[in-house]
């Protein structure tokens, strides 16, 4: 892995190349834009991807996971196999960014930047394919559907995304709407938090409102419940390990005067260490238990394990890091100190595969932005960016400078 010191790939081609196609890969990027597609529907994407690879006279796979797409790079040596994904999808919202290129489909909109993910890894693709007598071994890409639901890494990983040919190293990455466009930022080891579901029904007796001492109030059991769970980061969880336990959704109840029998809890439990998540777990079950003795109330609890924490390979990171280093200048290149307890299903890859995730630089000047809102927009310097560190990366990572 990694060059020596000796660099055989020529910064100046991949720029070359990189320029030569930024324009084009915008216009990608402006079209998938204008037609935002949600998780598993991304059929005009996925066409969009499959027309590109064909025109690069790249091989590929439709239909992997739903809607997702995998193509190959074949270099002329023999060597490892990298990947390279990117998230297709996009989000159920109204578009207020006033861009020319715009949603044209009410409620759907590209604001996680997926379009400008897959434009970069499409960029990457003709680069790299223009490149095949420098590679050693080969490029997989990896277009994924579904990433804001969360399940799309999986669905591919099913369809066998990972095997044949066995992925050595995958390189994952997005868009940071408060990063200066140009730059590119990495975590240390944890990138992402770790995402689990939870509903909870609790059950009591029915009644009337004036007569609580013949009911058993499931109300204020869930009022107590609620605030007992606050307990479980606060006085389980080493302070030095973030979690959070959130819950979104309350269902219970018909009318001020009934008591009602049965009330239900939607929650979201985030962490950044697989022990804590297991602790949350167990705690919840322990204070549900209590409520049984203590209150009378019954319960039962549906905890399911969804994104693990993600986490960068220390080997793949540190020649990642040289190889955005050295195409992109030291200062362009960043140490992010501050998580963030949002989730990204590429952890499905990272769980398996040795793996790097990203971050690129998307900021506008004077925008104010971010992610998930409906003005969100991404600073296309972002593309070139991210291809050239992509590009890169995978030829060191595959040693084709060694
Ligand atoms: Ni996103």
Redesign the pocket.
Known sequence: MGGGRTTLVDNREIDRRTDKITQEVIAIRRAIHENPELGFEEHETAARVAKLLTEQGIPFQTGIGGTGVVGMIEGVAPGPTVAIRA?MDALPMDEESGVPFASNTPGKMHA???DA?TAIALGAAMVLVGMRNQLKGRVKLIFQPA??LLVGAEAMIKDGVLENPNIDFALGY??LPSMAAGKVGYHGDVTYASADAFDITLRGVSGHGAHPHMAVDVITAAAYFITELQTVVSREISPVHPAVVSIGKIVGGTARNILPDTLSLEGTVRTLDPQARVQVEEAMRRLLEGFKTGMRIGYKLDYRNGVPVMRNDPKVLASVAKSARDILGDDAVIELTEYSMAS?DFAYFTERVPSVHLRIGSKIDGLDTA??RSNYDCNELAIPTGIRVLVRSALDLLGSNS
């Open positions: 998230d996680c930047g997926h993910h990433e804001e997005h868009n990204e992610a998930h």
